[in-house]
DNA sequence: TTTAAGTTAGTAAACACTAACTTTCAGAAT
DNA sequence: ATTCTGAAAGTTAGTGTTTACTAACTTAAA
């Protein structure tokens, strides 16, 4: 098959992968199976990598890319309330458009593996977490949720998020996230904007 | 060893594969370990079940105490709105004197496997977001909760549940899950009962 | 004394990974 | 422009280990 340059055979590979764990779970990602996929035999993995773990590390790396794309969208929304409703939004969005995503972040499995793992899901809960946690802190000052912790309603946010993704990944992504997601949504919505 | 009945020596095996699920996770649950950690050898575990999927759809079996032990406490509180916190309080409880179901009930790989298994999940997962439907469509007669979807806010509340034991069992279950949970819950009852 | 619960000793297949060889290709020297 | 060369990307053929599972034998107990 074709000689790909390492840069470009290693994303490839992280591609496979991705697809694998999404498609038949993280107990399918073996090295027999990615080299399949990837057209190499297997050996040529290792060219690119040290071993398996150093590709399930790869794998977390690609997450960050969600966080930065969330950073970006939250700061062009204009209206501190309005970026409550459209972070819950964008996750949807994001999760429909990359589904194999949520087979990541959703793989507790994945985390087990080594001990760098657990830290790396925790810091990523808890970074995302500081992201809607300061959204809220800024909707504040603009109303009066002066009663409440912000960081806790990001927890019911953040749990309500994962809770809905979930179930739309059980169900084999059969239905529109974005849709029945949000109009679930309404109810969370309703219940910070008439607190009084 | 001791010799058991095939009842005795089933819940003595499911005992131990839960355990093993627990420490070391779904991957560690291998025929080897379990006759290992059951103090037989490996055929001894076939006399008993029939191959490893069997063994695994019997751990799912014993989830299902959870539910019927939540129904009758939350039947035994009085007060509609008591109910709310109180079923809250309950799942921490029981998670924090049961830490191995969360290792089970938060693995995704462990559903995976198989068909049955992710509808097994599922049917979990809406059954627990039924009783608190339930729970909350009482409240809501006594209460004017009428412009919130009693079944949207079941899923806050599960949401809200799961991220927080989640968040709990990343740390190595490192604190109490009971104290920081409900401390938690209170931003989520404010929210509940301010509702206007 | 029959039968259920256990054993020993194995199977074939799959696993992560490696040593040693070959091919491709880009850039330097002719 | 063509050839040379060295390194990178790929191969074949294997390693030892672990996996789920089984056939055939033994032991204990009701």
Redesign the pocket.
Known sequence: ?????????RK?IIDEAVKIIHKQGF?????????YRV?????????????????ILSIMDRMNEFDEELNKHIESVKGKERKIAELINFHFLFFEKNPEITSIIFSEDIFRNGKLLPDKLLSILTNRRGIICKVLEDAKRSREYQGLSSCNLATIILGFIRLVVLRWRLSGFAYSLVESGNSEAKTLLKLIYNYR
């Open positions: 098959m074709a000689r790909l340059k390492t840069e470009d055979r490839n107990e399918a990602l073996t090295i027999r199976e990615l080299a057209n190499v035999t297997e050996p040529a993995i290792y060219r690119h990598f040290e071993n398996k773990e150093d590709i």
